[in-house]
């Protein structure tokens, strides 16, 4: 079992920076694949990006490449989500989820995650 806790929301103007951590209790946590989802009302949760466990390779869904950029720092036990250039579209519930892994495969279906966090609130005001 692995607890997952988000935090580093908040309200930003369109253009500005917020970094989201993701802090992870256990003692195999680098056995892990962790993801960022979000999900907004009205809509269904949405994949954002994925990690490797060793966090070697990542990856993005289209709409954030280049802008948000997920890392770990397995020492620490902690997931980061760097969120550069954020627009109003990007305003959600952003929650960590963590699977394991025996493979670096890329997974970005929410149904094949069992392990989530609360959820962390990010608002982007124009």
């Known amino acids: 079992q692995v607890q997952l806790v988000e935090s580093g929301g908040g309200l930003v103007q369109a253009g500005g920076s917020l970094r989201l951590s993701c802090a992870a209790s256990?003692?195999?946590?680098?056995?892990?694949?962790m993801a960022w989802f979000r999900q907004t009302p009205g809509k269904e949760r949405e994949f954002v990006a994925f990690?490797?466990?060793?966090?070697?390779?990542?990856y993005y869904t289209g709409s954030v490449k280049g802008r948000l950029t997920t890392s770990r720092d397995n020492a620490k036990n902690t997931v980061y989500l760097q969120m550069n250039s954020l627009q109003p579209e990007d305003t959600a519930v952003y929650s960590c989820?963590?699977?394991?892994?025996?493979?670096?495969?890329?997974?970005?279906?929410?149904?094949?995650?069992?392990?989530w966090g609360q959820g962390t609130q990010v608002t982007v005001s124009s």
């Open positions: 989820a963590a699977r394991l892994s025996p493979l670096d495969t890329v997974v970005i279906s929410s149904r094949n995650y069992g392990y």
């Open positions: 256990g003692r195999t946590f680098s056995n892990y694949a």
């Open positions: 990690i490797t466990r060793s966090g070697s390779s990542t």
